[in-house]
């Protein structure tokens, strides 16, 4: 999402504008890449905000996470497992296409746009012509040049 203010990440900027200081966690990150368990321990009461005595098992935190994130609960009021299902990201993750081949995710097949098509073999054809044309012209004007000292 972030664009660097220079090519080495925005070091060579903060260097510039901190007097020479290096920037912080440039070479390494500082957010881990481990999970974080969302099972509740035993002993937890959240700083007796009773959150270990609620009926599930689940930090509080988690439960946030999930309650915030976009759900397709289609077909499970049915099944009575959701009582109010939420289906505002159906239509998101229909428009995903995602196929899995030896545990890779790869991106389905798009189809091509015509229009850009034709419009970039355009671009390419006048640009050859202008070129040529430019060539013409030059060799036409080396061709008159006159020596008038002679």
């Known amino acids: 999402c972030s664009q660097f203010a220079d090519e080495y990440g925005g070091r060579e900027t903060f260097a510039a504008l901190s007097y020479g200081k290096s920037l912080p966690y440039s070479d390494s990150t500082m ?12 002993d937890a009461d959240d700083n007796n905000d009773n959150d270990e005595e609620d009926a599930d098992e689940v930090k509080e935190g ?3 996470l999930y309650e915030a994130a976009g759900k397709c609960e289609a ?3 049915s099944s009575g497992m959701v009582a109010y299902p939420n289906n505002y990201a159906c239509n998101f ?3 995903i296409k995602i196929v899995r ?3 890779a ?12 098509s034709v419009f970039i073999g355009l671009f390419a ?5 202008l070129g040529g044309y430019v060539y013409y012209l030059k060799t ?3 061709r008159a040049k006159i020596n008038l000292s002679e």
């Open 62 to 64: 988690c439960e946030q």
């Open 101 to 103: 081949k030896n545990g």
């Open 31 to 42: 957010i881990g890449t481990e999970c974080m368990s969302c099972m509740e321990p035993k």
């Open 125 to 129: 054809c006048s640009f050859v012509l």
């Open 140 to 142: 036409k004007l080396d």
């Open 75 to 77: 077909g499970l009021s």
């Open 93 to 95: 993750m229909q428009g």
């Open 105 to 116: 995710v790869v991106r389905g097949a798009g189809t091509q746009n015509t229009t850009a």
